[in-house]
Every structure is written in C-alpha cells, then in structure tokens.
T-cell receptor, first 115, second 116 residues
C-alpha cells in the first residue's frame, strides 16, 4: 500500500530563514516521489521529482529534497525563504509497481512566510 | 508554452442544473485526469482517461461523468450538482512511458465551482 504523511499541517518562517517541510512515505515498490506547490486559486505546480536516480533532488525556485530510504523520508528544504514561497505544498508518491499513474497525496503543508 | 488550460476559471450553477467543465492540453499527453479538491484538502481523483479508455474511481458518484472527444480535450459533466459538489476541479495530464507512474502530472489552474 502507498501512503504519504506530511508531518506538519502549517509551517511559519521568517523571510530569509530556512524552510523545512517534512514528508514520510510508505510504498510497496520503489517509489516515485514528487513535491507540488499550490498557490491560492491555482493548480498544482511541480517543484521536483525523485525517480530512483540521485537521492538529492534539486527543483525550481531554490527548493531541494533528499530521498532517504532508510528513513522513508523525502523532506523538502530551501535555504532562504521568500515571501513568494507562501503556498500549500503537497508531498506525493506514485507507485512504480502500477501502470495506473495514480498519485497518493499527503494532506498538504501550508507555508506562511513572515516579512 | 505547452500547457493545460481549464475553462472557465470560475463557474456558478444552480442546485440540480447540469454543468460542464472543460480542459484542453497542448502537451500531447495520452493520459488525462480529473480531480476534485475541497477547501484545505488534497486533490481527490475522480477518473482518468488512458487514450480513449475511461477509468472511473470506485467511489466517484454516478453524478459525475466525463468525455474525451480527442487527445487534446476532456470534459467533466456534473449531471445534477448538489451543494456538496462545490469545489475546485483540477485537470491534469501525463505522458505514458510504458510504466508511466514515474511521470509527473501536469495540472491546469482549475475551475472553482459554486452551487447556488
């Protein structure tokens, strides 16, 4: 079975400070993992993806995530938050054992950035 | 730029009055998805098309139907909207690569549906 747990429903940081959004996953097969960002009244935008290549994945807008199999984690980080980073972030797992392409979403983490 | 376009961005309909939401894509992806997203929740998959093959999720109400007349377009029909159907509806596409579950889905900006 596949599932995703985002450990924080809300994260607040000051502009210029580091961001850490935590995600743990469960997958029966080698997972593909994604982080998506959703700004208000917008669709989901792909930040980065892990598909069994390098364990440290760099994405857009300065975000990166590290796949740790031993910890079943895929935490999203950014060294310095910007006001424009305020949004909802979804950690997503897709099961490579399935051809369905089904995505399993975490519940989301709302990131607030204070000036 | 290749993209997924949803129209309209905002739709208001009356309780029980049929409504159709549309999605078009210029990515030439063969898989198209419809999601329902309620406030402060993750998107919930309603159904998807793999080429012309329709795949309904087991818990998608019969009230929701879909059509895909060609590769580029996909429609979501809600036959008799109820108040509980008020939500953001997201269309997404992905490219089949054999085992296509490792391909990301590309989302449109959604249609926010309100029910009066």
């Amino acid at each position: 079975a596949q599932s995703v747990t985002q450990l924080d429903s809300h994260v607040s940081v000051s502009e210029g400070t580091p961001v850490l959004l935590r995600c743990n996953y469960s997958s029966s097969y080698s997972p593909s993992l994604f982080w998506y960002v959703q700004h208000p009244n917008k669709g989901l935008q792909l930040l980065l993806k892990y598909t069994s290549a390098a364990t440290l994945v760099k994405g857009i807008n300065g975000f990166e995530a590290e796949f740790k199999k031993s910890e079943t984690s895929f935490h999203l980080t950014k060294p310095s938050a910007h006001m424009s980073d305020a949004a909802e972030y979804f950690c997503v797992v897709s099961d490579q054992g399935s051809t369905l392409g089904r995505l399993y979403f975490g519940r989301g983490t709302q990131l607030t950035v204070w000036p | 730029d290749a993209m997924v376009i949803q129209n309209p961005r905002y739709q208001v309909t009356q309780f029980g009055k049929p409504v159709t939401l549309s999605c078009s894509q210029t990515l030439n992806h063969n898989v198209m998805y419809w999601y329902q997203q309620k406030s402060s929740q993750a998107p919930k998959l309603l159904f998807h098309y793999y080429d012309k093959d329709f795949n309904n999720e087991a818990d998608t109400p019969d009230n929701f139907q879909s059509r895909r007349p060609n590769t580029s377009f996909c429609f979501l029909d809600i036959r008799s909207p109820g108040l509980g159907d008020a939500a953001m509806y997201l269309c997404a596409t992905s490219r089949d690569s054999g085992t296509y579950s490792n391909q990301p889905q590309h989302f449109g900006d959604g249609t926010r549906l309100s029910i009066l």
